[in-house]
């Protein structure tokens, strides 16, 4: 369980399920609990097809279209700063939590329709596993055996498939029970902590956008002769 040892704690810091519930329940505080537990299994789903095809097939998909890892990180730093910047400036509801529930037939069948575009984008992508937790995957999928079938491969392939799917889980029981973590912390206490979750993606993403402007500001430095 080596790679396991390695990946989840990179992964899960970078992921971070529990700052990201409080992101999650800002982002859909609108809907009501059934469809907000919809989004919450959607986006565990999502991540787990994101963080497993980034270790295998990440590189190559960059590599196919041209795509450098600073590159990724500049703009996937400017989505999430931008998504951030929105929600940190959105208007406070003043009708608390357990009293969005009630809505016309019409919303919800809006909302059926539109799940799991809106679980993708932008809940799983870039919210949860953004550039910065593509970049670690594809990293730690470098490490993979190259021998297809050989045992050492076959277990790379479990290690995987348990980290991710922990993650996963992590992802949808703290995002799927985001609403109750509100109602014990209150109206003011949930406005506060949205307010510094929205902050901290924001610093998050400017911090993304930076490491990859950084790089190839680098990379443009070693080119001069």
């Known amino acids: 369980m080596s790679f396991f040892l390695i990946a989840f704690p990179a992964l899960f810091s970078i992921i971070n399920p529990l700052g990201g519930s409080f992101i999650f329940l800002l982002a859909t505080d609108q809907y009501t609990p059934a469809v907000r537990a919809q989004l919450a299994r959607w986006v565990a789903i999502y991540s787990f097809a994101i963080v497993t095809g980034s270790v295998y097939i990440g590189a190559y998909v960059l590599g196919f279209f041209g795509i450098s890892i600073p ?55 870039p919210f949860t596993t953004g550039p910065g937790t593509i970049a670690v995957a594809i990293s730690l999928g470098t490490s993979r055996p190259r021998d297809i079938g050989h045992l050492h491969f076959l277990a790379f ?49 400017v911090q993304v956008l930076w490491s990859g402007v950084s790089e190839l500001l680098t990379l443009q430095a070693q080119s001069i002769p």
Request: hydrophobic share 60%; net charge positive.
């Open 71 to 125: 590159v990724l990180r500049v703009a996937g730093g400017i989505v999430i700063a931008l998504a951030a910047w929105k929600m940190l400036n959105a208007p406070d509801d003043v009708a608390p939590l357990q009293e969005r529930a009630a809505e016309s037939a019409a919303a919800a069948l809006v909302e059926r329709e539109t799940v799991r575009r809106i679980a993708f984008y932008p809940l799983a992508m």
């Open 157 to 205: 392939v479990a290690e995987v498939a348990v980290t991710a799917l922990s993650i996963a889980v992590l992802v949808y029981l703290l995002y799927r029970w985001s609403d109750r973590v509100a109602r014990l912390l209150g109206r003011t206490g949930t406005n506060i902590i949205m307010r510094l979750s929205a902050f901290l993606l924001f610093c998050i993403g």
